[in-house]
């Protein structure tokens, strides 16, 4: 069975600074997508990144961009600029071959002034 | 062009009621998910639908709790017989997946179930 693990329950980072959050995952399928969704306080799920399995080029959207090793099973977020509203939990997600997803517990992201 | 919707975004029952959530997918979506977030947890896959049809529901449990997503109307879940347990905030989201890609899915803002 698939899982996901995001090992930093809480993660704190300055305004302006950048931010790295962790996810491992465990499958033994070879093709497959990998999500990082945001969920502010209003607790709506809003995707902030994805990226292909068999893509080797790491996906960015504007500030945001992840470190994919496919070998380590490793799949972690930057966050460059950080900026108030990027407060939220973050998590993790892996969309297996039945295509639904598997969601990592979460880390708790404060971004201060 | 509206995203996924859901009703009601809250809701309250005593134990031993009947909980029904809705489910509006975004327009030209044919498959609907169902997940769970437990406070201070991640979201949990419960069932996957199309119209008229259950394709995973491995994440249900096995008692009180069903789906349907009809051919005309929204997906409901509906949870018989509340216990304090099902409190939890419940996601549907949407997809227009084909049969030969996989695609975003796109979620509702939720129904937060609190079980009296």
């Known amino acids: 069975a698939q899982t996901v693990t995001q090992s930093q329950p809480e993660m704190s980072v300055q305004e302006a600074e950048t931010v790295t959050l962790s996810c491992t995952y465990d499958?033994?399928?070879?093709?497959?997508?990998l999500f990082w969704y945001k969920q502010p306080p209003s607790r709506q799920m809003i995707l902030v990144i994805r990226?292909?399995?068999?893509?080797?080029q790491n996906a960015t959207e504007n500030r945001f961009s992840v470190n994919f090793q496919k070998a380590a099973k490793s799949f972690s977020l930057k966050i460059s600029d950080s900026q108030l509203g990027d407060t939220a939990m973050y998590f993790c997600?892996?969309?297996?071959?039945?295509?639904?997803?598997?969601f990592g517990t979460g880390t708790r992201l404060q971004v201060f002034p | 062009n509206a995203g996924v919707m859901q009703n009601p975004r809250h809701l309250v029952r005593r134990r031993g009621q009947e909980a029904r959530l809705r489910c509006s997918p975004m327009?030209?979506?044919?498959?609907v998910y169902w997940y769970r977030q437990l406070p201070e947890e991640g979201l949990k896959f419960m069932v996957y639908?199309?119209?008229?049809?259950?394709?995973?529901e491995s994440g249900m449990p096995k008692e009180r709790f069903s789906a349907e997503f009809p051919k005309e109307g929204p997906s409901i879940l509906r949870i018989q017989q509340v216990v304090r347990g099902d409190s939890a905030a419940y996601f549907c989201?949407?997809?227009?997946?084909?049969?030969?890609?996989?695609?975003?899915?796109?979620f509702g803002p939720g129904t937060r179930l609190t079980v009296l």
């Open positions: 327009k030209g979506h044919s498959h």
């Open positions: 997600a892996f969309m297996s071959r039945t295509d639904k997803l598997i």
């Open positions: 639908l199309q119209k008229e049809n259950i394709i995973d």
């Open positions: 989201a949407s997809s227009p997946i084909t049969s030969l890609s996989r695609n975003e899915q796109f």
């Open positions: 499958t033994s399928e070879n093709n497959y997508y």
């Open positions: 990226q292909e399995a068999y893509k080797q």
